[in-house]
């Protein structure tokens, strides 16, 4: 009698592991959209480069980005005779990723300029299939990006060698930034918290002493940081007016440190290939280089820049994820189908790729107007959208980037929770984006000062910007009236409820706005994406993202945020001292 339990069997089966495969020949939304961005000619251009980087990074840059996350930088402090080294170490492939880096232009093709108003399509499309397998070699790419932007605004021609090696595809000349700005008792409220002073010395260099942080990307190569310049009578003003921007080179030219001692390495949840590290300035030798007070203002360039590039990482983030899940669900067969035949679970993806979408064509708006700026084309309309949406995708994009990516792990059942599988990283990496370049609170707040500094100009410039190419839109499809009217009507909602807010109101709803301009925006570039490429898909989506468009008014009503003076209390039954509930 043949058993019933089959020992031949046992062991015989193995999950089918899903591929990532060409990330850019994955991606069709992103190549319609791009298509429909870019003229012809350009488009055939920049395709075929994509193609190209796409296969680079499934052959060898992921690869490589996996022996990233597999080494970990290490802090070698002292030699064994207590010599200070202050050596940070990285992996092979880390340093491979910065030659990869410089040789596709990462920061280069922004600025090369080589497709005029378009190149920073090109150069973010580049970043967005890059980010997931760089080992976290965007971080301290986003910060280059900011420096040279910081440098070509300044217009400074000493600066030009620095300039021309952080925009260089040689990678024996190209040089990577930091952005050191967080420090122990200032990481949102960077005006007050920051502690670092400069001392001006006889031949108009300063000194620099001071702890920074949070220290991204400790082995680049120069930084942009800010310090308070002391008077003769070693005083320093404080507040923001008492800040300014200087550029320090992080080593001297014999290769030592430029009196900069690691402290130590942060020990963090993710993006453990990144070298983040505690760095006390202790004379640092350093140059000035916004006008003395100007310095939040100044390095206010880099952080616009660095937030367009967190928005590319928590796209790339859910695109990866996506990829993988979309893979594995032709595979996978579960209760006698393969998964990828079941309605809930295609819903479920559906959410998913809705949300990847909605964020892919906010940051390709934005990306389009950085590119008009820099070619002097953008309307004053323009400049006021920029500002106004850059906090809101970078918020935006981060915080459902983490649903979306947790989701992402549940796609692939256990498999998604075990580490070596590499998918748990794409989770853990992401967490950092909500954080870094400022948490979701303090954005919400940027970006109401945005609409404060222009007396309200940049809620109405988006608004008139909907009305205009929402009209277009229904020009083109009249069924899409309805969808278009809704959107409508959630911002003239938005503003006239927000425009009768006390100041303390409207920040106690911060993020409630911020939410709500996210999804509106994001709304009318899905529709016009829509009626752009009549891709059925993309109609399917912007509907679909329209239906769950937040009610802007019950949400602002029934928003009940605690506004005395003794809401902590409020919250916790009387923790702070008023008792407010009794047992
Ligand atoms: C793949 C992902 C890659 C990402 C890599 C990133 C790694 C980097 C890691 C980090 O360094 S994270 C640390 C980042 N830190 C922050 O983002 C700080 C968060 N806090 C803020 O953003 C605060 O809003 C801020 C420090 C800017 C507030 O400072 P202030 O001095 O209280 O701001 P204030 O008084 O509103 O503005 C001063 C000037 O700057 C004003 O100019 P004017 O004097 O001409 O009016 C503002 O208009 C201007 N300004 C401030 N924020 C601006 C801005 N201008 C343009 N854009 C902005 N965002």
Not at 158 to 164: D, F, L
Not at 398 to 426: H, N, W
Not at 533 to 541: G, K
Request: aromatic share 8%; glycine share 8%.
């Amino acid at each position: 009698m043949r058993s019933a339990f089959h020992h031949s069997k046992i062991g015989t089966f193995f999950q089918a592991e899903p591929r990532l495969g060409n990330p850019y020949a994955g991606d069709q939304f992103l190549q319609r959209l791009l298509k429909r961005l870019l003229p012809a000619e350009i488009f055939a251009d920049i395709h075929s480069d994509l193609m190209r980087l796409g296969k680079r990074i499934e052959d060898e840059i992921d690869p490589l980005g996996i022996e990233c996350e597999m080494n970990p930088p290490s802090l070698n402090q002292t030699d064994p005779w207590g010599k200070r080294l202050d050596e940070v170490v990285t992996s092979r492939a880390w340093k491979r990723m910065k030659d990869i880096s410089a040789e596709e232009g990462i920061v280069a093709s922004g600025y090369e300029r080589k497709y005029g108003e378009y190149s920073r399509i090109h150069q973010f499309a580049k970043c967005l299939i890059f980010h997931p397998s760089s080992g976290l070699y965007s971080c301290p790419l986003a910060m280059t990006d900011g420096a040279a932007k910081t440098l070509e605004v300044l217009k400074l021609p000493q600066y030009n060698e620095v300039y021309s090696r952080l925009t260089s595809r040689d990678p024996s000349k190209f040089w990577s930034s930091g952005q050191w700005m967080t420090e122990r008792r200032g990481g949102s409220d960077v005006a007050n918290g920051t502690e670092t002073v400069a001392v001006k010395q006889t031949d108009g260099s300063y000194k620099l002493f001071g702890y920074k942080w949070f220290s991204s990307a400790t082995d680049a190569d120069i930084s942009l940081t800010l310090a308070r310049i002391v008077d003769d009578k070693g005083h320093a003003q404080e507040g923001s007016s008492g800040l300014s921007m200087f550029l320090l080179k992080t080593r001297k030219e014999d290769g030592s440190l430029n009196n900069i001692h690691v402290m130590k390495l942060k020990n963090k949840l993710g993006t453990r290939s990144l070298p983040t590290g505690e760095l006390l300035l202790d004379s640092t030798d350093a140059e000035l280089l916004s006008e003395p007070g100007r310095g939040v203002a100044c390095i206010s360039n880099m952080l616009n820049i660095t937030r367009l590039h967190n928005t590319t990482g928590s796209i790339s983030a859910m695109r990866r994820v996506i990829l993988l899940a979309r893979d594995y669900s032709m595979k996978r067969s579960c209760f006698g189908s393969k998964i990828s035949e079941y309605p809930l679970h295609i819903d479920t993806l559906a959410d998913m790729e809705l949300e990847c979408r909605a964020g892919t064509v906010l940051l390709f708006e934005l990306v389009r107007f950085l590119g008009l700026q820099e070619a002097g084309k953008a309307t004053e309309e323009e400049e006021l959208i920029f500002r106004l949406l850059t906090p809101v995708a970078k918020l935006f994009t981060a915080k459902r980037s983490m649903g979306v990516v947790s989701e992402g792990l549940e796609c692939f059942g256990g498999q998604g929770y075990i580490e070596d599988t590499g998918i748990p990283a794409i989770l853990r990496n992401n967490q950092v984006t909500p954080i870094w370049e400022g948490t979701t609170n303090v954005l919400s707040l940027d970006m109401l000062r945005a609409v404060a500094k222009s007396r309200g100009k940049a809620f109405l410039s988006l608004q008139s910007a909907l009305t205009r190419r929402l009209g277009n839109v229904v020009e083109k499809r009249k069924d899409l009236q309805p969808a278009c009217d809704r959107l409508l009507k959630e911002m003239e909602t938005l503003i006239e409820m927000a425009s009768k807010f006390e100041v303390s109101e409207a920040m106690a709803r911060a993020r409630i706005i911020a939410f709500a301009v996210g999804e509106i925006a994001s709304g009318m570039l899905l529709l016009e994406q829509a009626v752009d490429t009549e891709s059925p898909t993309d109609l399917h989506a912007a509907r679909r993202w329209i239906k769950n468009v937040t009610d802007v008014q019950k949400k602002l009503t029934e928003a009940d945020p605690v506004e005395s003076t003794n809401s902590f209390d409020m919250v916790f039954d009387g923790y702070l001292g008023t008792p407010n509930s009794k047992l």
